[in-house]
């Protein structure tokens, strides 16, 4: 607790933000993602967007592994539901992107349940397995089914249009990509604040318990489901429409292990977890590729190793990480936080 | 009145026999308890009267209503609080949000309202607090620790909190497994005296299972005793003590 701030009721006491410092970083840190579009070139914008699209993502992964604990090996697939359902609907009905945005999300929530509802009988990796078995399905559909998906090629899809704005370039899909991820972070930051938040906690820890205090499993299971794979779903209308073309390549198995890796990286069942794995595993490829390329100029022999040597670093990163801190990124915020909290009244 | 009845239940795993033809009834607003040896099937009552045992036979009602055939959550949304033997708290959880979890049968927060924390939601969740704080919180004198993960606390206070949670529910009946169990002697005076309150001050049913007999004789109206699965005695703490059978099958071995 901070020093000297006495909460004066309970309405305070559950609030997001309790004090004055945290409102006030809070506002410093909008300001900056304000600023940050006008300052950044095209390449740190189109970093930013792709980042923001894995955060939408991740955020939703969460939801449904990290805080209600049913494993999810098909996450990319809903991000590809979410995708090719706005490039079908973009391209063949001419829909406007704000609405191409829920219908994805709801599109890729309608698949979500139906893949969950082993969850009535199967738990752990059972499930894990049932998720998986859906990744392949839908890697399969969007490859083949090529009157609807376009098969191997897939669809190209014109800029998206807002209020007659055309969203051309990285920095004017900036302002689409961040006020979506600050619902998002919003709606999931909400849903732990109340009674649906704590059920799917509580499945995870005790499942019997769970049932005990009147919570129906597989409804609330489900209610993960359908949560997680809407997020995904959006996350798939940004994508196609940063990317200006979905293909099945966007969506494989590995992607899937992506997002788990960006949950488990930032923090299990931890919205702002979500964020920090999103933004590592996506910004630290990168770095380290911005680094190996200061080597360019050496023997190309020498290149040929330097080259696999990237993703080695990336993965020992993450193992690294993990076992110094197994409860993820967050975590170590949150220590951090709690340092300066005291600051400069150090004890 | 009778608040829970139980009739001619039978309880057996493949071969073993666990419960035969128990019947008891009971009253509202009394403290009913069952003992017996170690695996007489005391635990296994409970878990029939919540619905994660079918028993083979029998019938259970609660409150005037058959609920033989009904699901662990809807019971537990008809009115029925349960604390367990080994402690079943979410552990990943802080104590504050263990003890809601009591209540979420009767919030009615949907999946769209959590998603967006507009009026009703944010209204009820308020009230919520309050309610635990009021009801709960203050009652068992757990204010202090209301914002620690449960993982944290002593045993004696997780049973607290285990019990806070099951008082969220606003139970009809109170099924308590053995609540003073590795507990020393100040946390297990405090225990009785909260059980006693609950049924004193708030009028509550308690059905409890406990091994210390000094606390079932001090507390209890009525007590049943269970050996090997049958029911051997009913009757007010005095009776028992000089029933001959109970004499024989469970304070007679203890004392061995
Ligand atoms: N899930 C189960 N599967 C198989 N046998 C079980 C199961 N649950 C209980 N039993 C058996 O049923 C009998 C009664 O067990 P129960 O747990 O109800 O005893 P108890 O009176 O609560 O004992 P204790 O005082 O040790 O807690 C025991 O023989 C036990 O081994
Ligand atoms: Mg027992």
């Not at chain 1, 996450?75 to 590809?80: I, L, Q, S, W």
């Not at chain 1, 969506?251 to 949950?263: C, K, N």
């Not at chain 2, 009834?25 to 009913?32: K, S």
């Not at chain 2, 269970?226 to 099958?249: M, S």
Request: aromatic residues 10%; hydrophobic residues 50%.
């Amino acid at each position: 607790m901070r020093v000297g701030d006495f909460k004066e009721s309970y309405a305070a006491d559950e609030a997001v933000f309790r004090t004055s410092t945290a409102r006030f970083w809070l506002g410093v840190f909008l300001v900056a993602l304000a600023v940050f579009p006008f300052v950044a070139g095209d390449y740190l914008l189109y970093m930013a967007n792709l980042t923001g699209v894995a955060i939408v993502a991740a955020v939703g992964l969460n939801i449904l592994t990290g805080a209600a604990g049913q494993i999810s090996l098909g996450h990319a697939a809903f991000v590809g539901i979410g995708a090719y359902t706005s490039a079908i609907l973009v391209t063949r009905l001419g829909l406007p992107f704000l609405l191409c945005l829920p219908l994805s999300g709801l599109a890729a929530a309608f698949f979500g349940v139906i893949v969950g509802a082993p969850s009535m009988r199967m738990k752990g990796l059972y499930l894990c397995i049932a998720t998986l078995a859906a990744q392949v399905i839908f890697e399969f559909i969007f490859v083949h089914w090529v009157p609807v998906t376009g098969g191997i090629r897939g669809i190209n899809v014109p800029a998206a249009t807002v209020f007659g704005l055309q969203l051309d370039t990285e920095f004017k899909f900036y302002f689409v990509t961040i006020p979506i991820v600050i619902l998002v972070v919003t709606a999931a930051r909400n849903l732990f604040r109340t009674r649906v938040g704590r059920a799917f906690i509580a499945i995870r820890d005790r499942d019997i318990s769970a049932e005990l205090m009147g919570i129906n499993l597989f409804q609330y299971k489900l209610y993960a489901f359908a949560t997680s794979s809407f997020f995904a779903g959006v996350a798939g209308c940004l994508n196609v429409f940063l990317l200006k073309v979905v293909t099945p390549e966007h969506f494989p198995l590995h992607e899937s292990v992506r997002y788990l890796a960006m949950i488990i990286v930032g923090g299990l069942g931890s919205v702002l977890g979500s964020i920090f794995g999103a933004i590592f595993m996506t910004m630290v490829p990168e770095a380290l590729q911005s680094l190996l390329n200061l080597f360019q100029g050496l023997d190309p022999a020498v290149m040929e190793y330097l080259f696999p040597l990237q993703t080695v670093i990336f993965g020992l990163l993450i193992v690294v990480f993990l076992v110094f801190e197994p409860q993820g990124l967050a975590e170590i915020w949150r220590r951090v936080k709690d340092y300066f909290r005291l600051w400069p009244f150090e004890h | 009145m009778n608040i829970l009845s139980v009739e001619n239940l039978s309880l057996s795993f493949g071969g073993l026999a666990a419960l035969t033809d128990i019947t008891f009834q009971v009253r509202a607003g009394e403290i009913f308890s069952i003992i017996g040896p170690n695996g007489a099937g005391k635990t296994s009552i409970l878990n029939c009267i919540g619905g994660f045992y079918k028993p083979q036979q029998g019938r259970i009602t609660l409150d005037g209503k058959d609920v033989t055939k009904t699901s662990p959550d809807r019971r537990a949304a008809m009115g029925l609080a349960r604390t367990f033997q080994n402690i079943a708290l979410f552990r990943g959880m802080t104590v504050l949000d263990n003890i809601k979890l009591g209540a979420h049968a009767r919030l009615k927060t949907s999946l769209l309202q959590a998603l967006l924390y507009w009026g009703p939601a944010h209204a009820e969740e308020m009230a919520l607090r309050e309610d635990v704080e009021k009801d709960v919180i203050d009652f068992l004198e757990i204010e202090p620790i209301r914002k620690l993960p449960v993982g944290a606390l002593a045993y004696g206070l997780q049973k607290r909190v285990e019990l806070a949670r099951a008082l969220a529910m606003r139970p009809k009946v109170l099924l308590m497994d053995e609540p003073v169990a590795g507990m020393n002697a100040e946390e297990t005076e405090d225990m009785a005296r909260f059980v006693l309150d609950i049924k004193e001050e708030r009028g509550g049913t308690i059905v409890l299972i406990e091994h210390d007999m000094d606390v079932i004789m001090d507390i209890s109206d009525r007590v049943m005793v269970l050996n090997f699965g049958h029911k051997i005695a009913e009757g007010t703490p005095e009776e028992i003590q000089h029933h001959p059978e109970v004499i024989k099958a469970y304070l007679g071995e203890k004392k061995n």
